[in-house]
């Protein structure tokens, strides 16, 4: 091997020789590591469409990452869900989760439970609630069970009518009751409380067709629910607002006016507080319009740093064709559970390309389920 003699060398090469050794010891010290950023961040969006009755768009969005199908329909026992599954209710209890969730039957839609220990393997396990007696107000419908702990009893507020639509569907029809069952465990039994009226829908008012349950919150000495308000058709509107009581086992009182305008056309909730940035995010369904049919296109969310005071203008849209991998038409329901440094996103689909006319449209939905990653960064905020 040839040897070089520096000390012979002239100094220009000797300089370059310098250079070289450090320019290849420098490649030879680590790296800096780029800092993985944690979370999701809503972002400005164009919605790229309208609607062909003008009702509000979305200019922010979300972007939930979809897991797909983790519940199918006609898996439950006694053909509990054989004819579809949808508007899921999800919550966790000593580290086992829980999912209620409309299960359509032979008979009828009503009120199913599954459980899973991962959130991905659920075990259906049948129906927890009946219909009512013929004279009752849930006789056709005991369906959609939002669940309350109060640390000695389990609240059950559940969506009854005793109106649907004719066999073989028996779709729940207006009007949509907020109704009270009771029990010791988080898979019952369950008592229905009929001496019990949480409240009901009033005519001439925004909620005359709908007053349903939703997601519930203890505020200081009261109890708050965001529920599900409409009117009744033709041009129906749909919103979410607020009641309050400080009995879980009395009356509610429903405010004079809507939490969200009438016009947004949104339906049932599921709240998540985040502490970092004391921030308030309520996820929802959107209602949309093509060729005059209406049905469930996109989960939203809106934040809010008050939880009595909500901006129609601040949402995003979280799911939807464009990121949900199985369902391209329906897109309903939703339920946020927070499971480490994600949000568990459930909501309801069909696989179906072609959308159905009327009524169809609501059978042989399956559950799904996506995440976000927290924490949850809101518009102009830095990573």
């Known amino acids: 091997m040839t040897q ?36 999701s961040s809503i972002v400005p969006w164009d919605q790229g469409k309208t609607y062909e009755d003008s009702r509000p768009q979305v200019h922010f969005r979300l972007n939930a ?82 669940t309350y702990f109060d640390g000695s009893l389990w609240h059950m507020f559940y969506l009854g009518t005793p109106h649907v639509t004719k066999k073989p569907d028996y779709i729940p029809a207006f009007p949509y009751l907020t109704m009270k069952a009771e029990a010791n465990s988080p898979t019952g039994p369950w008592h229905k409380r009929y001496d019990v009226t949480p409240f009901s829908p009033k005519p001439d008012t925004y909620y005359s067709a709908t007053a349903s349950p939703g997601h519930i919150c203890l505020l200081g000495s009261e109890w708050i629910m965001y529920f599900s308000a409409s009117t009744g058709s033709p041009g129906i509107k749909r919103t979410i607002s607020l009641a309050r009581t400080t009995s879980l086992s009395s009356t509610w009182e429903i405010e004079a006016a809507p939490m969200l305008p009438p016009d947004e056309q949104i339906e049932n909730s599921s709240v998540y507080f985040q502490k970092a940035d004391s921030t308030w995010f309520l996820f929802t369904n959107h209602v949309g319009i093509d060729n005059r049919l209406e049905y469930t296109d996109a989960i939203w969310v809106y934040w809010s740093k008050d939880p009595f005071k909500w901006d129609p203008k601040n949402k995003a849209v979280v799911l939807d064709s464009y990121n949900c991998t199985w369902s391209k038409k329906i897109i309903g329901l939703p339920s946020v559970v927070p499971c480490g440094n994600r949000l568990a996103l459930f909501y309801d689909g069909n696989d179906m390309t072609e959308m159905p006319r009327g009524v169809k449209s609501h059978m042989n939905r399956d559950i799904g389920l996506a995440y976000l990653a927290l924490p949850i960064r809101l518009p102009g905020v830095k990573k």
């Open 65 to 146: 990452m979809d897991a797909g199908v983790v519940l199918k329909h006609g898996m439950g026992p006694d053909s509990c869900d054989g004819w579809g599954a949808r508007d899921c209710w999800v919550w966790e209890f000593q580290g086992r989760y829980y999912m209620h969730y409309d299960g359509a039957g032979s008979k009828g839609w009503l009120t199913c439970l599954a459980t899973s220990t991962n959130l991905t393997d659920w075990q259906a396990r049948g129906s927890v609630l009946d219909f009512g007696t013929s004279d009752a107000m849930d006789c056709a419908s005991a369906s959609y069970g939002t």
């Open 4 to 39: 070089f003699r520096t000390k012979h060398l002239p100094s220009q090469m000797l300089g370059f020789l310098l250079l070289v050794l450090l320019i290849g010891t420098t490649s030879l010290l680590p790296r800096p590591i780029k800092r993985v950023v944690a979370g």
